[in-house]
């Protein structure tokens, strides 16, 4: 199973931004490379997915129009950019992969996964 690892979380201030990272141990041609949350006492939420093949992407309406998600292929590196930051955003962010390739809306699709990485949005 390919190996993730998040970066880049932490504290900001509401209307703010952030970016996190993806970093997988391989490439991973034909997976989809989700970022899913979870804050306290919440289902699991996935806020944003994209597919190394086509580059499709898929987010929910709750984030469109703040969460953008990218790739480097090269760096076998998944970003999540997120702006306007609210403290509804505030949990702890996975990013995981989905061999399947089906950027799927469900987070019990996705077959590997990270540590995770807090992100708190707080004054």
């Known amino acids: 199973q390919v190996q993730l690892v998040e970066s880049g979380g932490g504290l900001v201030q509401p209307g703010g931004s952030l970016t996190l990272s993806c970093a997988a141990s391989?490439?991973?041609?034909?997976?989809?490379i989700g970022w899913i949350r979870q804050a306290p006492g919440k289902e699991r939420e996935v806020v944003s997915c994209?597919?190394?093949?086509?580059?499709?992407?898929y987010s929910p309406d709750s984030v469109k129009g703040r969460f953008t998600i990218s790739r480097d292929s090269a760096k076998n590196t998944v970003y999540l950019q997120m702006n306007n930051l609210g403290p509804e955003d505030t949990a702890v962010y996975y990013c995981?992969?989905?061999?399947?390739?089906?950027?799927?809306?469900?987070?019990?699709?996705?077959?590997?996964w990270g540590q995770g990485i807090q992100v708190t949005v707080s004054s």
């Open positions: 995981a992969a989905d061999q399947w390739e089906r950027c799927s809306s469900w987070s019990t699709d996705y077959d590997s």
């Open positions: 391989e490439s991973t041609p034909g997976y989809a």
């Open positions: 994209i597919s190394t093949t086509h580059g499709r992407t």
